[in-house]
Nanobody, 120 residues
Framework: QVQLVESGGGLVQTGGSLRLSCAASGRTFSTSHLGWFRQAPGKEREFVASFNWNGGTNYADFVKGRFTISGVNAKNTVYLYLQMNSLKPEDTAVYYC????????????WGQGTQVTVSS
């Protein structure tokens, strides 16, 4: 059973920082991508960043230079992080981590999400 559990969200002022964490288990993540997505009220879910164990990372244009994705492979659990700096009110959203096999296009497992609120 694949499980993804996010944490680290909260309320921060404009210009502040947060680090989101996602504990992932139940799959061989060495052959998977892990990603962060977000959904703001009234908007569709959008891609934020992705990571794979070959060292590949991708970022949405609106977070380049501000957010950094990274991962740590522990024994039975993988930890995915999203360091968010220079936060803006428009970064306010529920942030989700997700995973997909390297050979698939669609992310097939999702966490429950963690709320990030940036006050102006």
């Amino acid at each position: 059973q694949v499980q993804l559990v996010e944490s680290g969200g909260g309320l921060v002022q404009t210009g502040g920082s947060l680090r989101l964490s996602c504990a992932a288990s139940g799959r061989t993540f060495s052959t998977s991508h892990l990603g962060w997505f977000r959904q703001a009220p009234g908007k569709e879910r959008e891609f934020v960043a992705s990571f794979n164990w070959n060292g590949g990372t991708n970022y949405a244009d609106f977070v380049k230079g501000r957010f950094t994705i990274s991962g740590v492979n522990a024994k039975n659990t993988v930890y995915l992080y999203l360091q968010m700096n220079s936060l803006k009110p428009e970064d306010t959203a529920v942030y989700y981590c997700a995973t997909r096999r390297n050979y698939e296009l669609a992310y097939d497992y999702w966490g429950q999400g963690t709320q990030v609120t940036v006050s102006s």
